[in-house]
C-alpha cells in the first residue's frame, strides 16, 4: 500500500497570507490526524478527522482549521499567517480501532517570512 | 490533561553500547502506549506498542520497552546499538479509547559514534 502522501513538501509564505496544506491517507483509513512539529515544542496535536467530522482537537487558535473529503483526504488550513507558524507539519492515518496506531508522511515544511 | 516527559533531550553512544531511554506520562486511566522513531531525512515510524498484556513489548530492530504501570513508565532499551540507530526517538500516550489524540513528548536524540 502507498503510504501517508503529504503535498507540498516545502512551502514559503509570508505574514498574513493564508496557507492550504494536504493529505491523502492510506487507503482503507478514515481517521486523520494533523500535527505541528518544532524544535522547541516537539510534536502537537492540532486535530483529528474521522469520516468527515473533527473528532478532537488541539489547542491552537482558530486560525488553524480542517476538514476531511468523503474520501478521507484532508486539507489543512492557516490563515493569518505568523512568523510562528513555521514548523514542519505531519500528518498521520490511521485503521479504525483504539490500538491502531499511527502512520505518518514525510510533512509539509512551511516557512512563514 | 495527559503529558509525557522524556528526561534525555540527546544521548551520546559509542556502538555496542546499551541504551535506556526514560518516558513517563501522567494520565490515571487505561493508556496505549507507543514509541517512535525518526531517521534524518525520514518520516515517524513506529517502534513498537503497548495495549495490554505482557509489559516487556519487543519491536523492529532489536528494540524493547518495559511498561511500569506503578511508576507510569515506558522505557525504551536496546542492549546494543548501532551506528544506523542515530535518529530522534519519540514517546506517545493516548488514553485507551476511540478518538483521543496521541500526545508526543519532546523527544530524545540519540547519536551513535562508529
Known amino acids: 500500500k502507498a503510504g501517508v502522501t503529504q503535498t507540498p513538501r516545502y512551502l514559503i509564505k509570508t505574514r498574513g497570507q493564508q496557507v492550504t496544506l494536504s493529505c491523502s491517507p492510506i487507503s482503507g483509513h478514515r481517521s486523520v490526524s494533523w500535527y505541528q512539529q518544532t524544535p522547541g515544542q516537539g510534536l502537537q496535536f492540532l486535530f483529528e478527522?474521522?469520516?468527515?467530522?473533527?473528532?478532537n482537537k488541539g489547542n491552537f487558535p482558530g486560525r488553524f482549521s480542517g476538514r476531511q473529503f468523503s474520501n478521507s483526504r484532508s486539507e489543512m488550513n492557516v490563515s493569518t499567517l505568523e512568523l510562528g507558524d513555521s514548523a514542519l507539519y505531519l500528518c498521520?492515518?490511521?485503521?479504525?480501532?483504539?490500538?491502531?496506531?499511527?502512520?505518518f508522511g514525510n510533512g509539509t515544511r512551511l516557512t512563514v517570512t | 490533561a495527559q503529558s509525557v516527559s522524556q528526561h534525555n533531550h540527546h544521548v551520546i553512544l559509542s556502538e555496542a553500547a546499551s541504551l535506556e531511554l526514560g518516558c513517563n506520562y501522567s494520565?490515571?486511566?487505561?493508556?496505549?502506549l507507543f514509541w517512535y522513531v525518526q531517521y534524518p531525512g525520514q518520516h515517524l515510524q513506529l517502534l513498537l506498542k503497548?495495549?495490554?498484556?505482557?509489559?516487556l513489548v519487543k519491536g523492529i530492530k532489536g528494540f524493547e520497552a518495559e511498561f511500569i504501570k506503578s511508576k507510569f513508565s515506558f522505557n525504551l532499551r536496546k542492549p546494543s546499538v548501532q551506528w544506523s540507530d542515530t535518529a530522534e526517538y519519540f514517546c506517545?500516550?493516548?488514553?485507551?479509547?476511540?478518538?483521543?489524540?496521541?500526545?508526543f513528548g519532546k523527544g530524545t536524540t540519540l547519536s551513535v559514534s562508529s
Open positions: 478527522y474521522f469520516s468527515e467530522t473533527q473528532r
Open positions: 494520565y490515571g486511566g487505561t493508556v496505549n
Open positions: 503497548y495495549f495490554s498484556g505482557d509489559p
Open positions: 506517545a500516550v493516548n488514553a485507551g479509547q476511540a478518538g483521543t489524540a496521541l500526545i
Open positions: 498521520a492515518s490511521k485503521e479504525p480501532g483504539v490500538h491502531s496506531p499511527l502512520h
